[in-house]
């Protein structure tokens, strides 16, 4: 926990231009999970936001989002989802095709994981154009779960994300606002 809300989290990510294509910077929050008082400033600021939320389970998105949503459902006794790449998850699966910032995708969970009627966070490194986000959260929606929030590190609000998930109330620690 950082009361005074002093550390520079900017610092702690690394920004590697032109990647993966020329005309990205990539925000690589890997340099977060090597510096143990980021990362612990990280996980520390993303479980206090939650503090009094009810929340019955949380998504995590492949592959970085794991990194994040592991620690909170530990930590606060919740069951963990994965969303995964398309292929990867062995039982019966319902997906999601989506458009990125760079390319497309399509991800997929395990149905049976996500009965409906529960509470959902999602999880993930960063927010850009709120692709992602909304592609799981129309998968919750779909199998009539509820979706009480977003969570990333990263904002890139320029890329619109406001306008896609706004109505989850995304949280982000540290916004970008041009590249
Ligand atoms: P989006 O669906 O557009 O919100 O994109 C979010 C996903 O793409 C996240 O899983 C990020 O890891 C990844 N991503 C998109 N843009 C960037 C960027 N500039 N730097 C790092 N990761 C990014």
Not at 26 to 38: L, V
Not at 84 to 106: N, Q
Not at 120 to 140: E, H, K, P, R, Y
Request: net charge negative; glycine share 10%; aromatic share 10%.
């Amino acid at each position: 926990m950082n009361p005074n809300n002093t550390f520079d989290l900017d610092a702690a990510i690394r920004k590697v231009p032109d990647f993966p294509k020329p005309g990205i910077l990539f925000y690589d929050i890997t340099s977060i999970f090597t510096n143990p008082p980021a990362y612990k400033y990280v996980v520390d600021e993303m479980l206090s936001r939650y503090n009094g939320t009810e929340i019955d389970g949380v998504i995590a998105i492949e592959s970085r989002g794991f990194l994040l949503g592991s620690c909170f459902a530990v930590a606060n006794g919740v069951p963990l989802v994965l969303a995964r790449k398309k292929g990867k998850l062995p039982g019966k699966t319902i997906e999601m095709s989506y458009d990125l910032e760079y390319g497309s995708a399509t991800l997929e969970i395990h149905e049976e994981d996500v009965a409906p009627g529960r509470r959902w966070l999602i999880i993930d490194d960063l927010i850009a154009t709120g692709g992602t986000l909304a592609a799981v959260a129309s998968m919750i929606e779909r199998r009539g779960g509820e979706v009480v929030g977003i969570f990333s590190i990263i904002g890139l609000p320029f890329l619109g994300f406001r306008e896609k998930v706004g109505k989850y109330g995304p949280v982000t620690l540290i916004d970008y606002d041009n590249e």
